[in-house]
C-alpha cells in the first residue's frame, strides 16, 4: 500500500515563507516523479512544480522564482520551498507522485491528502 503524506502547511503573512515536505512510504519499486499540485476554492487544480529522478524539473510560470523544488530519492521524499507568498498562493497543496508499486504493476498517479496553506495577515 503506497502512501503520500504532506505537512509543513500553514498560516503565514504576505512575503512570508513555508516550506511543505512529502513522503512516499509502502511498497515501491521506483519513483518516476514526484511533485505538488494546488488546488484554491472554486478553482481547478494546477501543478506547482514537479521533478524526475535525474533532477529535472518543471515549474508553473507563474511561480518560476519564488518556488523551489527538491528530491531526495534515497528517501523518496520531495520538498516545496516557497518564498514571497502571497495571498493568492492561498491553497490545498497536494503532493503527487507517479510510481511503479511492484514489478507486476503499472506505472501509476498517487495523491497525498493535501495540507492547507494559508496567506494571509
Known amino acids: 500500500q503506497v502512501q503520500l503524506v504532506e505537512s509543513g502547511g500553514g498560516l503565514v503573512q504576505p512575503g512570508g515563507s513555508l516550506r511543505l515536505s512529502c513522503v512516499a512510504s509502502g511498497s515501491i519499486v521506483s519513483i518516476v516523479t514526484m511533485g505538488w499540485y494546488r488546488q484554491a476554492p472554486g478553482k481547478e487544480r494546477e501543478l506547482v512544480a514537479r521533478?524526475?529522478?535525474?533532477?529535472?524539473?518543471n515549474y508553473a510560470d507563474s511561480l518560476k522564482g519564488r518556488f523551489t523544488i527538491s528530491r531526495d530519492n534515497a528517501k523518496n521524499t520531495v520538498d516545496l520551498q516557497m518564498n514571497s507568498l502571497k495571498p493568492e498562493d492561498t491553497a490545498v497543496y497536494y503532493c503527487?507522485?507517479?510510481?511503479?508499486?511492484?514489478?507486476?504493476?503499472?506505472?501509476?498517479?498517487?495523491w497525498g491528502q493535501g495540507t492547507q496553506v494559508t496567506v494571509s495577515s
Open positions: 521533478i524526475t529522478a535525474d533532477g529535472s524539473t
Open positions: 503527487n507522485s507517479l510510481l511503479q508499486a511492484s514489478w507486476r504493476s503499472n506505472i501509476v498517479n498517487y
